[in-house]
């Protein structure tokens, strides 16, 4: 089964499959806010301040259209990359820099039928996982919830290790270079 993906505008479309995927977890931590923000993209933060993440593996991302509008920033030299369709600022995912890393937190803001259709396929997002401390209200933590959903991953990537699977649509599979130069931003942006 697979998730339909498209940004806002429609330039952007692709597909997640549903098959490999680690946790799905709100992240509150400063950074994943502060990208919500400086894509000025409404709904992406819940009302604590999170920002709703479904983690996979990045081979289970297709993009069939569009995949010259997918840009890529990062806070600093060494921070994660942020994926997002450049025309209309819609999150795609966040990946680590070394694509040897299997894993892609997708954004359930660019896939079609959110709300019932993800909940459905990923489950509800478990707010536990990253940051908790730097939410904007009150946040519950499941602690089980939260060991669960590090082990789900740590889990997945083990195994993308051990199969030698890694492709990734963010990353050059002839260079491991990312298909779009990242733009640091500072910020004070």
Known sequence: MSIPLRCRCGQVQGEVGTGRTYARASCYCKDCRAYAQWLGAPGLLDDAGGVDIVAVAPS??????GEEQIACMSWSERGIYRWYAACCRTPLGNTPRDPAVHYAGMSPACM????????????????CL??????????????????SGIGRVMLGLLVARLRKRRESPFFDPATGK?????EIVGRSQ
Not at 60 to 65: D, H, L, W, Y
Not at 130 to 147: D, F, I, K
Request: aromatic share 4%; charged share 20%.
């Open 60 to 65: 289970q991302v297709r993009f069939t259209a």
């Open 112 to 127: 079609e039928g959110a709300g019932e259709a993800v909940d459905e396929a990923f489950g509800p997002p478990r707010r």
């Open 130 to 147: 990253v940051g908790t401390g730097s939410a904007t209200a009150p946040v519950r933590v499941n602690r089980l919830a939260q060991v």
């Open 178 to 182: 990312p298909i779009r130069t990242p």
